[in-house]
């Protein structure tokens, strides 16, 4: 049987945290996921060069669930929604954001314990709901609030652990390949 269980799992301790850090935004390609080594849950190469753009969030505002439905013919669907919380509205970021509304991406969720997730490798993300607010009180968020989401056949891939947190390329800098990626952080 191809679906044999491997392993057993213990209770694990009490030393990761919950939340989402940054999301890393890139055009989606369909033939991208060709070229990329996927080895033990991992993403350990490309072959395709990935620019990636990075949005910083505020602690304890963006999170990552997967929702996994099992159909009776036997497939399973695994739906990753990313609700991701951007603070203060400019223009500039208005334009940027309707771009990325408007098309398929990948996106890569960086958690609070520096892991990196990946959604959409196969199928690409897509922005399933937006809100831009000004908010009513002086408290209220003025921002935008996006629901990403992904459809893929397993959980969301991790990115293989960084080597080197002050490379140019962080946290992607331990993938190999052909390629590599460019990240563009925030001024």
Do not use: W
Request: hydrophobic share 40%; glycine share 6%; aromatic share 8%.
């Amino acid at each position: 049987m191809a679906c044999t269980l491997t392993s057993a799992r213990g209770l694990a301790c009490k030393d990761s945290v919950g939340g989402v850090k940054a999301i890393y935004l890139s055009d989606f390609d369909p033939t991208f996921f060709a070229g990329m080594t996927i080895a033990a849950g991992e993403l350990t190469g490309i072959d395709d060069a990935q620019a990636v753009f990075r949005y910083d969030v505020r602690p304890n505002s963006s999170g990552l669930a997967v929702e996994v439905s099992n159909e009776v013919a036997g497939s399973a669907n695994y739906k990753a929604t990313l609700e991701v919380v951007l603070h203060k509205l400019t223009s500039a970021d208005s334009v940027e954001l309707q771009k990325v509304i408007q098309t398929r991406t990948f996106v890569y969720v960086m958690d609070a314990n520096d892991k990196v997730y990946c959604m959409g490798l196969a199928n690409g993300c897509v922005v399933e709901a937006s809100t831009m607010s000004i908010g009513t009180a002086r408290t209220d968020l003025s921002g935008y609030t996006l629901t990403i989401t992904a459809e893929e056949n397993v959980f969301p891939q991790q990115v293989i652990a960084s080597v080197d947190s002050s490379e140019a390329d962080y946290p992607f800098d331990a993938v190999t390949g052909t390629a590599s990626f460019t990240v563009t952080n925030p001024s």
